[in-house]
């Protein structure tokens, strides 16, 4: 059985035929449900509708939400871009980036990228430089991902997914080497979780998870 809630309109002593809307609120299948009509009774006949609009809240609800996070996402990208190429090196030079794919310096910067990855997950896991105590080399190779690793694949002629990557990752992995000392002091963690950030961005933005063979 349909539960309703009707809601009646104010009387007009003025204005006698002026029309009156009728909501009802149907809680099965959460729509709402508007009659007018100029019957002078509390509940219109069916002669005197003039008016029947359904209105389901759920989808609209969901329209909105929907709606939401969509605007939300080109912001996000923005700020994200914004940032990176405001404080994130660049190439220094004017005119095209010299770097792209196959030339040597494409290599290069490549090379080095992920050569410093290595070297700094060596530098946290303490197995150079050893020491007994936190030291600069631990804090660079927890740093090394954002400071040598992403500057130095941002400087290539990438694409535009890779960028978008990057750009995200250069506002990520801070947040990250932040915020994991004040529950776990470990440089290894950090490194490690540089890592995983690094790669499931990838991941996301080139799709590798959704590919079929």
């Given at each position: 059985?349909?539960?309703?809630?009707?809601?009646?309109?104010?009387?007009?002593?003025?204005?006698?035929?002026?029309?009156?809307?009728y909501?009802?609120?149907?809680?099965?299948?959460?729509?709402?449900?508007?009659?007018s009509g100029?019957s002078?009774?509390?509940?219109?006949?069916?002669?005197?509708?003039?008016?029947?609009?359904?209105?389901?809240?759920?989808?609209?609800?969901?329209?909105?939400?929907?709606?939401t996070?969509?605007?939300s996402?080109p912001?996000?990208?923005?700020?994200?871009q914004?940032?990176?190429?405001?404080?994130?090196?660049?190439?220094?030079?004017?005119?095209?980036?010299?770097?792209?794919?196959g030339?040597?310096?494409?290599?290069?910067?490549?090379?080095?990228?992920?050569a410093?990855?290595?070297?700094?997950?060596?530098?946290?896991f303490?197995?150079?430089?050893?020491?007994?105590q936190?030291d600069i080399?631990?804090?660079?190779?927890?740093?090394?991902?954002?400071?040598?690793?992403?500057?130095?694949?941002?400087?290539?002629?990438?694409?535009?997914?890779?960028?978008?990557a990057?750009?995200y990752?250069?506002?990520?992995?801070?947040?990250?080497?932040?915020?994991i000392?004040?529950?776990?002091?470990?440089?290894?963690?950090?490194?490690?979780a540089d890592?995983?950030?690094?790669?499931?961005?990838?991941?996301?933005k080139?799709?590798?998870?959704?590919?079929?063979?």
């Amino acid at each position: 059985m349909m539960n309703t809630l009707k809601i009646l309109p104010l009387p007009s002593p003025l204005i006698s035929q002026r029309p009156k809307f009728y909501y009802y609120f149907n809680s099965t299948t959460s729509s709402i449900t508007i009659r007018s009509g100029t019957s002078d009774e509390h509940t219109p006949s069916p002669t005197t509708e003039t008016l029947v609009v359904d209105v389901n809240v759920d989808e609209e609800v969901s329209k909105t939400s929907t709606s939401t996070s969509t605007s939300s996402a080109p912001m996000l990208k923005k700020v994200a871009q914004k940032t990176a190429s405001t404080f994130a090196p660049r190439p220094s030079t004017a005119s095209k980036n010299p770097a792209v794919p196959g030339s040597p310096l494409y290599t290069v910067f490549e090379v080095q990228a992920y050569a410093s990855m290595l070297f700094g997950g060596a530098l946290s896991f303490n197995l150079i430089f050893p020491s007994d105590q936190p030291d600069i080399w631990r804090l660079m190779g927890m740093w090394s991902i954002w400071m040598f690793t992403i500057p130095s694949l941002r400087a290539r002629d990438c694409s535009k997914n890779e960028k978008e990557a990057l750009n995200y990752l250069f506002l990520l992995i801070p947040l990250l080497n932040v915020a994991i000392p004040f529950f776990f002091k470990s440089f290894p963690l950090v490194w490690s979780a540089d890592i995983i950030a690094f790669f499931a961005m990838y991941a996301w933005k080139f799709g590798w998870l959704h590919r079929t063979d």
